[in-house]
Protein backbone atom coordinates (compact mmCIF):
# COMPACT_ATOMS: atom_id res chain seq x y z
CA UNK A 1 0.00 0.00 0.00
CA UNK A 2 2.82 2.13 0.73
CA UNK A 3 4.37 1.99 -2.64
CA UNK A 4 0.46 3.25 -4.42
CA UNK A 5 0.76 5.87 -1.99
CA UNK A 6 3.88 7.31 -2.86
CA UNK A 7 2.77 7.12 -6.63
CA UNK A 8 -0.21 9.17 -6.11
CA UNK A 9 0.52 12.95 -6.62
CA UNK A 10 -0.95 15.09 -3.93
CA UNK A 11 -1.13 15.21 -0.22
CA UNK A 12 -2.79 13.09 2.42
CA UNK A 13 -3.85 13.53 6.23
CA UNK A 14 -5.14 10.23 7.02
CA UNK A 15 -6.46 11.79 10.43
CA UNK A 16 -8.98 13.71 8.80
CA UNK A 17 -9.30 11.29 5.94
CA UNK A 18 -8.94 14.30 3.41
CA UNK A 19 -7.13 14.23 -0.09
CA UNK A 20 -5.37 17.25 -2.52
CA UNK A 21 -5.21 16.36 -5.50
CA UNK A 22 -2.32 17.91 -7.19
CA UNK A 23 -2.60 17.88 -11.11
CA UNK A 24 -0.73 15.95 -13.25
CA UNK A 25 0.88 18.49 -16.23
CA UNK A 26 -1.66 17.54 -18.66
CA UNK A 27 -0.86 20.99 -20.22
CA UNK A 28 -0.10 18.65 -23.84
CA UNK A 29 -3.39 17.66 -23.69
CA UNK A 30 -5.34 20.82 -23.36
CA UNK A 31 -4.43 21.01 -27.23
CA UNK A 32 -5.77 17.91 -28.05
CA UNK A 33 -9.19 16.71 -28.35
CA UNK A 34 -9.49 14.60 -25.97
CA UNK A 35 -8.64 16.94 -23.31
CA UNK A 36 -12.06 16.64 -20.94
CA UNK A 37 -11.23 12.47 -21.40
CA UNK A 38 -8.20 12.54 -19.97
CA UNK A 39 -9.04 14.50 -17.20
CA UNK A 40 -12.25 12.60 -16.44
CA UNK A 41 -9.87 9.13 -16.64
CA UNK A 42 -7.53 10.91 -13.55
CA UNK A 43 -10.16 12.32 -11.59
CA UNK A 44 -12.52 8.53 -11.77
CA UNK A 45 -8.96 7.19 -10.93
CA UNK A 46 -7.74 8.80 -7.84
CA UNK A 47 -11.41 8.90 -6.49
CA UNK A 48 -11.20 5.04 -6.78
CA UNK A 49 -8.03 4.85 -4.92
CA UNK A 50 -9.33 7.52 -2.43
CA UNK A 51 -12.69 6.12 -1.81
CA UNK A 52 -12.34 2.69 -2.37
CA UNK A 53 -8.33 1.20 -1.62
CA UNK A 54 -7.52 4.07 1.19
CA UNK A 55 -11.48 5.38 2.58
CA UNK A 56 -10.36 8.27 2.93
CA UNK A 57 -13.83 11.06 3.78
CA UNK A 58 -12.97 13.70 1.29
CA UNK A 59 -10.55 14.49 -1.81
CA UNK A 60 -10.41 18.30 -3.09
CA UNK A 61 -8.73 19.80 -5.69
CA UNK A 62 -7.01 23.66 -5.49
CA UNK A 63 -6.36 25.22 -8.50
CA UNK A 64 -5.03 28.46 -9.86
CA UNK A 65 -7.29 30.45 -11.55
CA UNK A 66 -5.58 29.89 -14.71
CA UNK A 67 -7.53 27.14 -16.81
CA UNK A 68 -11.53 27.63 -16.31
CA UNK A 69 -11.91 25.05 -19.08
CA UNK A 70 -11.37 22.35 -16.02
CA UNK A 71 -14.33 23.35 -13.71
CA UNK A 72 -16.70 21.95 -15.66
CA UNK A 73 -14.96 18.84 -16.19
CA UNK A 74 -14.50 18.82 -11.86
CA UNK A 75 -18.52 19.39 -11.76
CA UNK A 76 -19.39 16.36 -13.83
CA UNK A 77 -17.55 14.30 -12.16
CA UNK A 78 -19.10 14.64 -8.88
CA UNK A 79 -17.09 17.38 -7.40
CA UNK A 80 -18.52 21.00 -6.38
CA UNK A 81 -16.56 24.08 -5.69
CA UNK A 82 -16.00 25.16 -1.90
CA UNK A 83 -13.99 28.06 -2.08
CA UNK A 84 -12.53 30.95 -4.15
CA UNK A 85 -9.46 32.39 -2.90
CA UNK A 86 -9.22 36.02 -4.47
CA UNK A 87 -6.41 37.14 -5.05
CA UNK A 88 -4.85 34.23 -3.52
CA UNK A 89 -0.67 33.88 -4.93
CA UNK A 90 1.62 35.67 -6.68
CA UNK A 91 2.81 34.65 -10.07
CA UNK A 92 6.19 35.03 -11.65
CA UNK A 93 4.89 38.03 -13.28
CA UNK A 94 3.56 39.84 -10.00
CA UNK A 95 0.37 39.32 -11.16
CA UNK A 96 -2.22 37.62 -7.67
CA UNK A 97 -4.40 34.57 -9.11
CA UNK A 98 -7.42 33.07 -7.07
CA UNK A 99 -7.27 29.88 -5.92
CA UNK A 100 -10.69 27.46 -6.76
CA UNK A 101 -11.47 24.69 -4.37
CA UNK A 102 -13.56 21.75 -5.53
CA UNK A 103 -14.32 18.87 -2.95
CA UNK A 104 -16.22 15.33 -3.54
CA UNK A 105 -17.03 13.27 -0.54
CA UNK A 106 -17.15 9.42 0.17
CA UNK A 107 -20.76 8.93 0.09
CA UNK A 108 -20.60 5.16 -0.44
Known amino acids: MNKLIDKLHGNFNFDKKLKLINYINLN ?6 NFEFHWSTYLGLIEDVAFNALNLHKIYTYAYDLRPNLYPIFEEAG ?5 VLKE ?3 TEKEE ?3 VITHAKLNRV
Open 28 to 33: ETEKQD
Open 79 to 83: FNQES
Open 88 to 90: HIK
Open 96 to 98: YLD
